[in-house]
Structures are given as C-alpha cells and as structure tokens.
C-alpha cells in the first residue's frame, strides 16, 4: 500500500490525520492527487477532497494531506477515504493498549471474538477470526464494517501487507517462534500477538497473548504487564453468531474474574 497514516491531537483538542502517500511503480498522477471521504454504507456523510502537497518524510520523496477532525472507521460506522483514480482506501481507525485491557474511542473493549465462516452482521458484536485474508475480503470487510482478527500459523509478508493495508483488521496473532522481521512489517495501527503454550516465554515484540483455558486453570500468569486473551476450543460449526455470543458470555462466567481478561476468543476444536 502507498498510503501511510498518522492520528495526532490539533492545535486544539481536535484529533486530525496525517496521510502521506509514496510513489510506487504504477503510481497514480500526483498532479491531480487527492483523497477524497468520508464515505460509509452505514450513514450519512459529507464528503470532502483533500489535496496532496509534495514532501519529504524519512528521506523519501512522498505527497502529504491532513484531515482535520476525520471520520473513524467503527464496526457501527465504517467511514473510510479513498485516494483519487485507485482502488486504494483507507479507513482511521482508534485501537489501542492501555495496561492490559484494549480501547478504542476511550472506551475498554474486552474483545469477543470466534471463527466463523462469514461475516457477522447480526447483534452478536462477535469479531471473526480467519487464518488468511484477500485484497479483495479486505477492502469489502473495510467498507462494510466487519473487524478481522488473522490468526496465521505460516505468515507471509504478502498477507501482513494486505492485513495492515485494512482498518478492519484489528490485530494479527503470529506464531511464538516467528521471525523477528516479519513482525516489523506489520503497521503500527495493527496490534500484534502471539498464543503461548506451557513454559513459553512473552516474546519481546508481542503486544499481547492468547493463553488456552486449559492453561489459565493452572494459575499462569503473565511476566509483565500485558492484555491477556483467554482461548477456548470446541464445536463452532452449525452455530449462528448469536449463539457463539452466547457461548462466549458462558466462557467468561466460567473463568475465575472472566472480566478482567482482554479477549474471549472461540476456537475450533483440533483434530486428535
């Protein structure tokens, strides 16, 4: 993606965002460049077009545009902008760590989640996990609104750009042994993990775990200060997302402080 974005506090308490683009081979003409939103399925909006000026950043040649007081993408509202004469969109999105729990929009989010074989358009407010993602799956899950978790046991770096190029991926979970440098390609708007077995350490680079049931019923604790993601597996198929919310909600009353952990993920069971 050629689009790099930077959320910052105005001059005032407003909240503007920074976006460069960077040429590439098959770059767009930047004498007309602009990006244009917000744009939304799910609303109203008034869109406007931000004209790029030339600059440099990090010693690159790159165009700049600010948004003042920009549209957030929000599961409930998915404002995205796009850039003129491209497919390429963007959506700004606000998901951070704060100690060990997950906010967004200054509000905690103990993230449901489960594997589901399509996206979840009811009022489960389940979040879907998947194992891989398309261009084409990311800018339709942007656009409509569907936060994506990609769990991925053999990351690429094709599938980390195409995960940090969408606002609906939320978080990627990386295997515990995983190259150091693949986790550097990920954006920084992008929170990354990793599931933890029996003895394994919290890798330096991870943001937060995912711990099994299994292993949290033994007393584990984490060696630092990090969001905690309780796991637990079981039959998912024939479920509809209503009812995997449900199934969460009985996970965390199951867990001793259920509440306190930042996620409650549904997993398939494994074979074997």
């Known amino acids: 993606m050629s689009l790099h974005v ?29 990006l244009s939103g917000p744009f939304s399925k799910r609303g109203r909006t008034l869109p406007a077009t931000f004209r790029f000026q030339r600059t440099e950043l990090a010693g690159r040649e790159a165009w700049k545009t600010t948004i003042p007081e ?19 969109l963007i959506g700004l999105r606000d998901l951070r760590i704060r100690g060990d729990s997950f906010y967004t929009a200054d509000r905690r989010w103990l993230i ?39 769990h991925s046991e053999s990351p690429t770096p094709e599938l980390i750009a195409t995960a940090s190029e969408s606002a609906a991926v939320l978080m990627l979970i990386l295997p515990f042994d995983c190259r150091e440098d693949l986790g550097k390609l990920v954006h920084s708007h992008v929170l990354i993990g990793t599931h933890l077995e029996a003895g394994q350490p919290i890798p330096a680079w991870a943001q937060f ?19 905690v993601v309780a796991t637990r597996r079981g039959e998912l198929e024939n479920h509809t997302p209503d009812e995997l919310r449900q199934m969460c909600d009985q996970f965390q009353a199951d867990l001793d402080h259920g509440a306190d952990y930042a996620g409650l993920w549904l997993l398939p069971k494994t074979s074997g």
């Not at 930077?6 to 004498?31: C, H, I």
């Not at 996206?119 to 899950?141: M, P």
């Not at 995912?210 to 019923?217: A, H, I, K, R, T």
């Open 6 to 34: 930077m959320l910052r506090q105005g001059r005032t308490s407003s909240l503007e965002a920074d976006v460069w683009y960077f040429p590439l081979g098959n770059s767009v003409d930047t004498k007309t460049l602009s």
């Open 70 to 88: 920009p549209s957030l993408w929000t599961p409930e509202s998915p404002a995205y902008y796009q850039l003129s004469n491209s497919d390429e």
């Open 112 to 150: 449901r989640a489960a594997q589901l074989s399509t996206d979840s358009h009811s009022t489960s407010n389940l979040v879907r996990i998947d194992s891989f993602l398309t261009k084409e799956a990311a800018i339709t899950a942007t656009q409509d609104g569907c936060p994506r978790i990609i």
């Open 209 to 227: 775990v995912s711990v099994s049931e299994n292993l949290l019923n033994t007393a584990w604790k984490p060696e630092r200060k990090i969001p």
